[in-house]
């Protein structure tokens, strides 16, 4: 009953971020969509923060990675006459936030329960915690979720319409989805059966992040969807935001959670050695180059 009456609350704050959202969204007086779009963003994530502060706990912010790119697009949207191009890419958006968010209610415990890497960044930091908490837990995510969603952003405006080879980065976008789904239950399962032990069997024996991976690479496949709508011209700079989550997740979370595994867990060390640590790749492989 307190997971239950936890996820209402965070529901209700959810709700009423959105609301706050459109309501910046159409009060700020710019013309650029993804301009007025940044600024409803930036409030939104300032609600969740204060909330997160009010139940001290940053995990408040843990949905907002997925649930904001679904209500980021609907600007962009018409009901009444979608295109092809809009269908793909909501599907793969949807597809993506769903799964992402049910995997968040499967794990999520309570109030009493904060991700242990906003713990660690709260004993680092001391009494520079409210700005790490406001700058690097909410905004910074929320900044380059924002970023990777440009290629979106830009498909839903162009004049070009999708084809054979939108339709194949959509699916290969959908295969992301399905190796982070996969990597999940295998990780649950895995920490039910073999408690505190090295998890080296399905997906994990090709990569030591294979989640991370289907998160990375989902979001390139969408910069692949503009670019065969869009074609090469100036919109390719938009797939700077598919890189710096890369670089997020090569630069900050690859090594924070390996940090620690290795702390608990001797073994890991050996399970580096023979693991590609993002891409999959066959331990085969990695054997061969280690000999060579």
């Not at 009953?1 to 969204?25: N, P």
């Not at 649930?67 to 890419?89: E, G, M, N, R, Y």
């Not at 390139?220 to 997740?249: C, D, H, K, Q, R």
Request: glycine fraction near 6%.
């Amino acid at each position: 009953m307190k997971k239950t009456h936890h996820l209402i609350i965070v529901m209700f704050i959810y709700l009423t971020a959105l609301a706050i959202g459109v309501i910046a969204y159409r009060q700020t007086p710019l013309e650029s969509i993804i301009l007025r779009l940044l600024v409803a963003d930036v409030i939104a994530t300032t609600w969740v923060f204060g909330f997160s502060t009010a139940f001290r706990n940053s995990s408040m912010y843990d949905p907002y990675w997925s649930v904001a790119p679904l209500a980021l697009v609907w600007p962009f949207i018409d009901l009444t006459a979608l295109s092809l191009t809009h269908v793909l890419v909501l599907v793969a958006l949807v597809v993506w936030g769903v799964r992402l968010t049910v995997n968040w209610i499967h794990t999520f415990s309570g109030f009493d329960h904060q991700d242990w890497r906003y713990d660690h960044y709260k004993h680092k930091s001391g009494g520079w915690w409210p700005v790490v908490n406001y700058v690097g837990i909410h905004m910074m995510p929320t900044l380059v979720v924002f970023s990777a969603m440009l290629p979106v952003f830009l498909m839903l405006q162009a004049s070009g319409s999708a084809g054979l080879l939108t339709v194949l980065a959509t699916v290969l976008a959908l295969g992301c989805v399905t190796v982070q789904f996969i990597s999940d239950a295998q990780m649950h399962r895995h920490r039910r059966e073999r408690p505190g032990q090295v998890l080296d069997r399905g997906l994990w024996k090709w990569s030591r992040h294979p989640n991370y991976f289907g998160e990375v690479a989902f979001w390139f496949m969408l910069y692949a969807m503009m670019l065969s709508v869009t074609g090469l011209g100036t919109e390719w700079i938009a797939g700077i935001g598919p890189f710096v989550n890369l670089v997020l997740f090569l630069v900050i979370s690859i090594p924070l959670m390996e940090t620690r595994q290795l702390k608990r867990r001797p073994a890991y060390a050996e399970y580096m050695q023979r693991t590609s640590a993002l891409v999959p790749v066959p331990p085969s492989l990695i054997r061969m180059k280690r000999e060579a």
